[in-house]
């Protein structure tokens, strides 16, 4: 599935009169604020956005904490089966790893981590808060 068709796939039209004056397209604020839903903070949902080519500082994205709660949480996951990516993107001239897990049978995005640095250790918190979640 392409990212284009995600996003039209989230998009509710139920949000746009709070979104009259931003400058970020509506289908870009509907995926950030489902993935802050999945308890991704604002810098780490800031991280995935610069990723994808949308360019906004933390506060700038304020309405992704204001929103998460009005949107219904995500769905419940019993992954049996889970993929696991490291991704490094360059975030304002430095590299962050973006770690990310989705369930194969539901393709629900169980968790997103950005880290400063790359390692085991930055791997294993990932894993460790997953299965604190998921297990």
Not at 27 to 54: I, K, M, N, W
């Amino acid at each position: 599935m392409m990212f284009s068709d995600l996003l039209s796939e989230s998009y509710a039209a139920e949000f746009d009169e709070c979104w009259e004056r931003e400058r970020t397209a509506t289908p870009v604020r509907v995926f950030a604020v489902r993935l802050h839903a999945t308890d991704c903070s604002l810098r780490e949902t800031q991280a995935v956005l610069y990723s994808l080519g949308v360019e906004r500082s933390h506060q700038a994205i304020h309405w992704v904490h204001r929103l998460a709660d009005s949107v219904p949480g995500p769905a419940a996951a019993q992954p049996s089966r889970v993929a696991i990516d490291e991704t490094a993107v360059k975030v304002n001239g430095n590299w962050s790893w973006v770690y990310d897990a989705i369930d194969l049978d539901s393709k629900l995005i169980l968790a997103v981590a950005v880290f400063g640095r790359r390692g085991t250790d930055p791997a294993a918190a990932f894993l460790h808060r997953l299965t604190v979640k998921h297990v």
